[in-house]
């Protein structure tokens, strides 16, 4: 009998199980369902259909919100922040000890990454990729020198199962005065690492990765990719830049370097998972209001497996495919497309 594992991330101690018994059951992984790409309130010639854009990429001479732009910045129509109800205090008080609430407000913004009806990450190229790796980059640090916001969200949702409402080629910035308990555990465990040995956790845990071998899938100068060891999902990737620490540091260089590595390995996933497999691509960056704990990097998590009760229950994933098959495979494939 196979035995399945708890594991534990030490950067945020978050917890997996590991049960590849699981992969042989039937509806392992299921196809995800199809969202409606019309109507398509994103594509060129439908400026009036969205908030007025906040940044751009266009062809010189053309005018905000018109036609003629490659990617464009607007504000998000159905915001997760808002501004608290007037007249209503939300101020902790004592006898709301039980029921705790403050105002959940910030800016929440939609990057459309394409002026064309493209619904896969797959169907930009490289250079499109990096100009919307380059918009975020630039939309975080214009969010973070506001002086208002204590972090920002960076994530992509593609698919049904990861969320996507939407199919045209889309993502997402959120930024808040509110630091969410995963992203201050991450500060807290990194912080004290730091305290306790001089250094970096992050670049400690590659290093130990790369003892191992099993789940690194590409290490070079600019770029760690690896399948995480206590992964998230199935054919969880992790893309660790190795230069600065800080997102908004990222040069264009490292963001042509970034997209075509992420490109690929979606390709590549593919090939295994299925044409339009559901994933979420998120940037994982240091809190804003405290000095930098860990460098940024950049999940891909398929979305091929269900949450269920155990899940929800326990607030630990179950990974029906371990990360050492799964990154066997990926270095398979990507040495077979060179």
């Given at each position: 009998?196979?035995?399945?594992?708890?594991?534990?991330?030490?950067?945020?101690?978050?917890?997996?199980?590991i049960?590849?018994?699981r992969?042989a059951?039937?509806?392992?992984?299921?196809?995800?369902l199809?969202?409606?790409?019309?109507?398509?309130?994103?594509?060129?010639?439908c400026?009036?259909e969205t908030?007025?854009?906040?940044f751009?990429?266009?062809?010189?001479?053309?005018?905000?919100?018109?036609?003629?732009?490659r990617?464009?910045?607007?504000?998000?129509?159905?915001?997760?922040?808002?501004?608290?109800?007037?007249?209503?205090?939300?101020?902790?008080?004592?006898?709301?000890?039980l029921?705790?609430?403050?105002?959940?407000?910030?800016g929440?913004?939609?990057v459309?990454?394409?002026?064309?009806?493209?619904?896969?990450?797959?169907?930009?190229?490289?250079?499109?990729?990096?100009?919307?790796?380059?918009?975020?980059?630039?939309?975080?640090?214009?969010?973070?020198?506001?002086?208002v916001y204590?972090?920002?969200?960076?994530?992509?949702?593609?698919?049904?199962?990861?969320?996507?409402s939407?199919?045209?080629?889309?993502s997402?910035?959120?930024?808040?005065?509110?630091?969410?308990?995963?992203?201050?555990?991450?500060?807290?465990?990194?912080?004290?690492?730091w305290?306790?040995?001089?250094?970096?956790?992050?670049?400690?845990?590659?290093?130990?990765?790369?003892?191992?071998?099993?789940?690194?899938?590409?290490?070079?100068?600019?770029?760690?990719?690896?399948c995480?060891?206590a992964?998230?999902?199935?054919?969880?990737i992790?893309?660790?830049?190795l230069?600065?620490?800080?997102?908004?540091?990222?040069?264009?260089?490292?963001m042509?370097?970034?997209?075509?590595?992420v490109?690929?390995?979606?390709?590549?996933?593919?090939?295994?998972?299925?044409?339009?497999?559901?994933?979420?691509?998120?940037v994982?960056?240091?809190?804003?209001?405290?000095?930098?704990?860990?460098?940024?990097?950049?999940?891909?998590?398929?979305?091929?497996?269900?949450?269920?009760g155990?899940?929800l229950?326990?607030?630990?994933?179950?990974i029906?495919?371990?990360?050492?098959?799964?990154?066997?495979?990926?270095?398979?494939?990507?040495?077979?497309?060179?």
């Open positions: 009998m196979v035995c399945s594992e708890l594991r534990t991330d030490v950067l945020c101690g978050r917890q997996s199980i049960a590849v018994q992969s059951r039937e509806g392992a992984m299921r196809p995800d199809p969202v409606t790409a019309l109507p398509d309130p994103f594509g060129e010639g400026e009036s908030p007025g854009e906040v751009s990429i266009r062809e010189r001479g053309t005018q905000p919100n018109a036609r003629g732009w990617l464009r910045v607007v504000p998000n129509r159905y915001p997760i922040p808002g501004a608290p109800e007037a007249g209503v205090d939300l101020s902790p008080v004592a006898e709301s000890e029921f705790p609430r403050v105002p959940f407000s910030g929440h913004e939609v459309i990454e394409c002026p064309d009806l493209r619904t896969r990450l797959v169907e930009l190229t490289a250079s499109e990729l990096a100009d919307v790796f380059g918009a975020w980059r630039d939309r975080v640090l214009s969010l973070s020198t506001a002086g204590r972090s920002v969200a960076v994530f992509r949702n593609e698919g049904f199962s990861a969320g996507a939407l199919a045209h080629c889309h997402q910035i959120l930024a808040t005065d509110h630091v969410p308990a995963l992203l201050q555990e991450r500060h807290r465990r990194s912080s004290s690492y305290e306790r040995t001089g250094r970096c956790l992050v670049r400690d845990l590659l290093c130990a990765e790369q003892r191992d071998g099993r789940r690194i899938i590409r290490l070079d100068d600019e770029l760690a990719i690896w995480p060891f992964a998230r999902t199935a054919w969880h992790r893309f660790l830049p230069g600065g620490d800080r997102f908004i540091q990222a040069s264009d260089v490292l042509g370097v970034l997209s075509r590595a490109l690929g390995l979606a390709k590549v996933l593919e090939s295994l998972l299925g044409v339009g497999f559901p994933f979420n691509l998120t994982v960056q240091p809190r804003l209001d405290e000095p930098c704990a860990f460098p940024w990097f950049v999940d891909l998590m398929p979305r091929v497996n269900r949450q269920a155990w899940e229950l326990s607030d630990i994933d179950v029906p495919f371990s990360p050492e098959q799964s990154a066997e495979q990926l270095r398979a494939l990507l040495s077979e497309v060179g």
